[in-house]
T-cell receptor
């Protein structure tokens, strides 16, 4: 266990659905991240939060909407996704954004 | 669905031999580097890190070497074991301001032959 917990582990959703991915870290870290890992591309950084403030949006489509209510929780709200959005979505946290990041197990998302 | 996967370079080694996995990074301003291991169905797991003021760092059975001149990073695994079979990623911290972030390479698959 890395101290970063993601739920659900698996999610199948239709293109018209709305769903949310949840990430929780118990490490007292101040930075949290969303990454996308697909079969066609390496790990892609999506969003960065430092001290609950979004500091990076890596040109992610608006159908992905992050939320960071506090330093321990991070959400990724999904709506009107496309089949090509099917991937493993990984959450990570680090102490200050300048040290190693600890990853959760990921949510395997399938859009049908 | 996707029918074509990302082609990962693969390193096949005999159990007990040493493994060397290489990585080229892109940003000469990057000053922090990490190696991660990812097993099937799991998230990436931290192995070892190194900062740009060092050229070598050792851990338990692993050594990371940094050559800033040619922007090259390597991970050496001593006495490779079957449990070392996984995909290995290098990551660089491209923080040029207060917004630090880790950018990952495409990965190398390590296969350990019994």
């Amino acid at each position: 266990e890395t101290g970063v917990t993601q739920t659900p582990r698996h999610l199948v959703m239709g293109m018209t659905n709305k769903k949310s991915l949840k990430c929780e870290q118990h490490l007292g870290h101040n930075a949290m991240y969303w990454y996308k890992q697909s079969a066609k591309k390496p790990l892609e950084l999506m969003f960065v939060y430092n001290f609950k403030e979004q500091t990076e949006n890596n040109s992610v489509p608006s159908r992905f909407s992050p939320e960071c209510p506090n330093s321990s929780h991070l959400f990724l709200h999904l709506h009107t996704l496309q089949p090509e959005d099917s991937a493993l979505y990984l959450c990570a946290s680090s102490q200050d954004g300048y040290t190693e990041a600890f990853f959760g197990q990921g949510t395997r998302l399938t859009v049908v | 669905g996707e029918s074509v996967g990302l082609h990962l370079p693969t390193l096949s080694v005999q159990e007990g031999d040493n493994s060397i996995i290489n990585c080229a990074y892109s940003n000469s301003a990057s000053d922090y580097f990490i190696w991660y291991k990812q097993e099937s169905g799991k998230g990436p797991q931290f192995i070892i890190d190194i900062r740009s003021n060092m050229d070598k760092r050792q851990g338990q059975r692993v050594t990371v070497l940094l050559n800033k001149t040619v922007k090259h990073l390597s991970l050496q695994i001593a006495a490779t074991q079957p449990g070392d079979s996984a995909v290995y990623f290098c990551a660089e911290n491209k923080g040029l301001d207060s917004s630090y972030k880790l950018i990952f390479g495409s990965g190398t698959r390590l296969l350990v032959r019994p």
